[in-house]
T-cell receptor, first 111, second 114 residues
Framework: GENVEQHPSTLSVQEGDSAVIKCTYSDSASNYFPWYKQELGKRPQLIIDIRSNVGEKKDQRIAVTLNKTAKHFSLHITETQPEDSAVYFC??????????FGAGTILRVKS | DAGVIQSPRHEVTEMGQEVTLRCKPISGHDYLFWYRQTMMRGLELLIYFNNNVPIDDSGMPEDRFSAKMPNASFSTLKIQPSEPRDSAVYFCASCPAGLRGEQYFGPGTRLTVT
């Protein structure tokens, strides 16, 4: 089955700097890669996703890149703000409609 | 749209008791998922349904866990008997058939078994 590894496990950045979180997956058949943001005590919320027919997708300060050959994808957050502090999860869609999640990255934005 | 609805939001029970968690998916979504989240194990998929039919229950940890979806707007996850190691946050999520993978999570139920 699919296996998703996520790095780093924690990331501290200064407000205004960029943050990058990387994930690798094992199943070359996976074709959908979402990112979720989870604030303390809240539900995971879908913030951006990418399907395998594109290499990059942007939404304001957030972007995701996908390298299918290397089987990795990354989340980029520019001009970080304190409200970006949260746990971020990457995921890959396995057979059927099953998401396999990474272990999560705790992002702290220091003001 | 009200989003995915879960109840109760918090549940405290004693070991050995039966616990029932409830979920109402987003209207029109054909898929429903039950997840468990703990610090040690992260987000684990327990079971998912398509059009009310269980598709994959390989994540259900033991026979003490069971899930049903009697109709398109309601699902339950039951633990009987409950144990302290079942303490976790349980999330329900739903997904439309036309957008495979795009799952929307409910607020979760925080279960504490003492």
């Amino acid at each position: 089955g699919e296996n998703v590894e996520q790095h780093p496990s924690t990331l501290s950045v200064q407000e205004g700097d960029s943050a990058v979180i990387k994930c690798t997956y094992s199943d070359s058949a996976s074709n959908y890669f979402p990112w979720y943001k989870q604030e303390l005590g809240k539900r995971p919320q879908l913030i951006i996703d990418i399907r395998s027919n594109v290499g990059e997708k942007k939404d304001q300060r957030i972007a995701v890149t996908l390298n299918k050959t290397a089987k990795h994808f990354s989340l980029h957050i520019t001009e970080t703000q304190p409200e970006d502090s949260a746990v971020y999860f990457c995921a890959a869609l396995e057979y059927g409609n099953k998401l396999v999640f990474g272990a999560g990255t705790i992002l702290r934005v220091k003001s | 749209d009200a989003g995915v609805i879960q109840s109760p939001r918090h549940e405290v029970t004693e070991m050995g008791q039966e616990v029932t968690l409830r979920c109402k998916p987003i209207s029109g979504h054909d898929y429903l998922f039950w997840y468990r989240q703990t610090m040690m194990r992260g987000l684990e998929l327990l079971i998912y349904f398509n059009n009310n039919v269980p598709i994959d229950d390989s994540g259900m940890p033991e026979d003490r866990f069971s899930a049903k979806m009697p109709n398109a707007s309601f699902s339950t996850l039951k633990i009987q008997p409950s144990e302290p190691r079942d303490s976790a946050v349980y999330f329900c999520a739903s997904c439309p058939a036309g957008l495979r993978g795009e799952q929307y999570f409910g607020p979760g139920t925080r279960l504490t078994v003492t």
